[in-house]
């Protein structure tokens, strides 16, 4: 299970922080992505971290503005959004993989958490 925390209106040029934990001891076997939905359009990938050596991916649309982390003493996933812009309004997801790298595809990931809305106003 994968529990999302963080989230919430911000102004234009702001920064969010979203929290992911889970509650299975696998977490640090697992790689782990983010995802976002926007309103009336379907999901994409954000960005994932590997669960070795904590490699990490970004969409082109957020590079150089998020940074994703994980704390596996923590069973928690980080996404620090920063210069967020009013087009990442969206509802974000965590999820896993059964691999140490995941695919970006979302249909790759196996477990989700419930998502979290993040509105930037401009």
């Known amino acids: 299970q994968l529990v999302q925390s963080g989230g919430g209106l911000v102004q234009a040029g702001g920064s969010l922080r979203l929290s992911c934990t889970a509650s299975e001891r696998t977490f640090s076997n697992r790689g782990m992505s983010w995802f976002r939905q926007p309103p009336g359009k379907g999901r994409e990938y954000v960005a994932g971290?590997?669960?070795?050596?904590?490699?990490?991916y970004y969409a082109d649309s957020v590079k150089g503005r998020f940074t994703v982390s994980r704390d596996n003493a923590e069973n928690t996933l980080y996404l620090q959004m920063n210069s967020l812009k009013p087009e990442d309004t969206a509802m974000y997801y965590c999820?896993?993989?059964?691999?140490?790298?995941?695919?970006?595809?979302?249909?790759?990931?196996?477990?989700w958490g419930q998502g979290t809305q993040v509105t930037v106003s401009s």
């Open positions: 999820a896993s993989c059964n691999a140490n790298i995941c695919r970006r595809a979302s249909t790759e990931h196996n477990y």
């Open positions: 971290i590997s669960a070795i050596n904590l490699n990490t």
